[in-house]
């Protein structure tokens, strides 16, 4: 039997969003497989039904969803004659409301109403055109995580143009990998910023981007007044930029582009995603009411930069009526006496966050670190915590639970930034059940699928979607893009989204990530998950951080395990055996590492995922084909001088 760590209390099943909504749809909100098999059956009825619970600004047309037979996933339509504007729902409301928090590791909170961010987004609008900008042009951002992105981000879509962000931590190549693919106008720019207690001047590397893209003719930059960046395009300050006017929208059809995001580039460019703007919009609303049950008033909270798929989906909290965080800088910061664990818990107990969102690597931090945030902080807002990035281990759910709050939901969710969204998320009427993902994502006809391609319960296999739904990418930009999308989920089933995830389906309705399919482990020809060997290390204090891998040996592949470890520890063989005996109890005897090797750093991309694949490139001597979209790519050195014979 799964461990039942949290259950809804009777009042749920009447009063939470997603109650009202299967009631007003004639379903019983104790019978959420009839829900779901509904909004999977009709999915016009259900979409449709979604806008007009969300009460979305638009109209909708008459048509709520067009079916190819001949090519249901790439080639069927929703709401093909709806006209709405993302920013227009997302800025709705009483301006007198707290819209933005903005907060940062010093200290610093400010709350910003809805009627002050109109007033900014409409001086950036004027700007805009004045600049030259008008519909399905693209304007980039480079920014930390404060207003002046989100106003910066607001003011594009307003007027019906394509936005697409990037950290002011990326370095410059990694940068003109991605809005150099898409023709930006307009760039939104940091010169500089503060990360964990340092300050960084970035302005010669904007210089080198913007030399590096023709195609920009405006450098809009943010943050305290300084030297400008040396540019030869027009360079104006983000106060200086825009005039007092009317706020009005440009209303757009459903599938017109608003976003475009980028996978990771780890084997090759970044693929530039294009996101349509009722997808967004009707995926966020779904997520954020149904499944969060997010209430007007409630504040939302998300750790995250610019450039993640996180930052757009906390954003879209404003169109419940929520207020978000904007925090802009470390999670954990350096002091005389170790790491200290508080900011994010100060701002969410100043901010009376009601939703916190997180990642498995931050708990295990605070984990080891020994802290509690339940007994340190007043928490009595917190009605959610949630994590996404990569699988929560069974022992994380146990820790949340002990070491935050015991009454309140904590969902892990997963999805992906080719989908702006998730597939698997949590419930405010489904029990919370220890190590799993609670449910599948109205809407969304998830399964898992073994190699003959029929679904399965109990057993691993690939996570799959097999019918449309509107947020799938629109396509993927540049030449050939709709074919390098059909590719790249539609090749190994045709007109079934496979997603790229190991997956489990349990009998109760929710599902266990087993990892990524491209980091899968086959030893002796068996597929098994990386994420039970993760698991298993988070509960020894002298790993910091790990890695692991499959390595190719005479017609075979061995696990490589490696391993970080803290200060003040090594690798000796008694610790090695003991972390074989930990993966072996808690995993299985296929998943215990033929080699476990003591590193000085764990490769990440920029967007914070461990890089298994590039370490065991680097391992067979082989290049890795984009080191610019990796944090610290110097670390890889490392794994290709990894020596066996000197393995524990």
């Known amino acids: 039997m799964s461990s039942v760590l949290w259950t809804p209390a009777p009042a749920a099943f009447q009063s939470s969003n997603l109650a009202r909504f299967s009631l007003a749809n004639g379903f019983d909100p104790r019978d959420y497989e009839t829900l779901h098999r509904w909004s999977i059956g009709d999915p016009g009825a259900f979409w449709r039904a979604v806008w007009d619970f969300a009460e979305v600004i ?11 037979d001949q090519a249901p996933m790439t080639k069927s339509r929703f709401l093909p004659e709806a006209s709405l504007n993302l920013a ?33 987004v409409a001086r950036t609008v004027h700007g805009l055109r004045a600049a030259g900008v008008g519909k399905s042009d693209c304007v ?111 209303r757009v059809p459903f599938d017109h582009p608003t976003y475009v995001l980028y996978t990771s580039g780890t084997t090759g460019a970044p693929k530039a995603i294009v996101h349509r703007t009722g997808g967004v919009l009707l995926q966020h609303l779904k997520e954020h009411l149904l ?16 450039a993640w798929m996180m930052y757009h989906w906390l954003i879209s909290g404003l169109a419940c009526g929520a207020a978000v965080v904007l925090y802009d800088g470390a999670p954990i910061l350096k002091s005389a006496d170790g790491l200290d664990p508080s900011p994010l818990w100060t701002m969410a107990e100043r901010a009376k966050v009601t939703h916190f969102g997180t990642s498995p690597k931050y708990l ?33 759910f146990d820790w949340v639970y002990e070491y935050v709050k015991r009454d309140m939901i904590f969902a892990s969710i997963s999805g992906g930034t080719e989908i702006i969204g998730c597939f698997l998320l949590g419930s405010p009427i489904h029990a919370v059940r220890r190590g799993e993902l609670t449910v599948k994502g109205l809407g969304l006809a998830v399964a898992v699928m073994d190699e003959r391609n029929a679904p399965i319960i109990g057993r691993q296999g690939d996570l799959v979607c097999t019918e449309p739904f509107p947020s799938m990418p629109l396509t993927f930009w540049g030449k050939e893009g709709d074919t390098r999308y059909h590719a790249t989920y539609f090749a190994a089933r045709p007109e079934i989204w496979t997603h790229g995830d190991v997956a489990e389906m349990t009998a109760y309705g929710s599902a266990i990530i087993h990892g990524r399919s491209d980091t899968t482990l086959k030893p002796g020809g068996v597929r098994i998950g990386t994420a ?79 890089v298994e694949g590039a370490a065991r490139t680097m391992l067979e001597g082989k290049p890795v084909k984009n080191m610019a979209s990796l944090a610290n790519p110097a670390c890889l050195e490392e794994y290709r001088a990894l020596d066996r014979s000197k393995a524990a």
């Open 364 to 396: 295990a931090t605070l984990a080891a670190e020994g802290y509690a945030p339940g007994r340190l902080h007043d928490l009595s807002s917190l009605r959610s915590v949630l994590s996404a990035g990569a699988p929560v281990s069974p022992g994380q």
């Open 58 to 68: 638009g109209d909708p047309g008459a048509i709520s969803f067009l079916r190819d």
């Open 140 to 250: 980039g951002g480079i920014l930390p995580n404060r207003v002046e992105g989100l106003v910066a981000l607001l003011a594009t879509l307003s007027i019906g143009a394509v936005w697409s962000s990037c950290s002011p931590d990326f370095g410059a190549a990694a940068i003109v990998d991605r809005l150099g693919q898409i023709g930006v106008k307009v760039l939104f720019a940091a010169p500089r910023y503060r990360y964990a207690g340092r300050d960084h001047d970035i302005s010669e590397r904007l210089a080198a981007i913007v030399a590096a893209m023709p195609t920009v003719t405006t450098l809009v930059t943010t943050g305290e007044p300084g030297a400008r960046p040396t540019c030869a395009v027009d360079c104006i300050s983000f106060d200086d930029f825009g005039s007092d006017d009317p706020l009005t929208f440009e």
């Open 291 to 306: 499944h969060g049950d997010v209430h007007p008033g409630d504040v939302m909270s998300w750790y995250t930069n610019t």
């Open 88 to 120: 227009e729902n997302l800025l709705r409301g009483d301006g007198a409301k707290a819209a933005v928090i903005e907060a940062d590791e010093s200290g610093h909170f400010r709350i910003i109403t809805l009627r002050e961010l109109r007033r900014l």
């Open 532 to 610: 039970e060997i993760y698991a298993a290390c988070e509960g020894f204090a002298e790993i910091e951080d790990c890695l692991v891998f499959g390595a190719p040996v005479e017609g075979d592949e061995e696990i490589v395990l490696c391993v970080k470890l803290s200060n003040g520890f090594a690798l000796t063989p008694d610790l090695a055996t003991q972390i074989r005996r930990a993966i072996r109890e808690g995993a299985s005897p296929r998943h215990v590492p033929h080699r476990i090797h003591a590193v000085r750093a764990v490769p990440y991309t920029l967007n914070g995922k461990r």
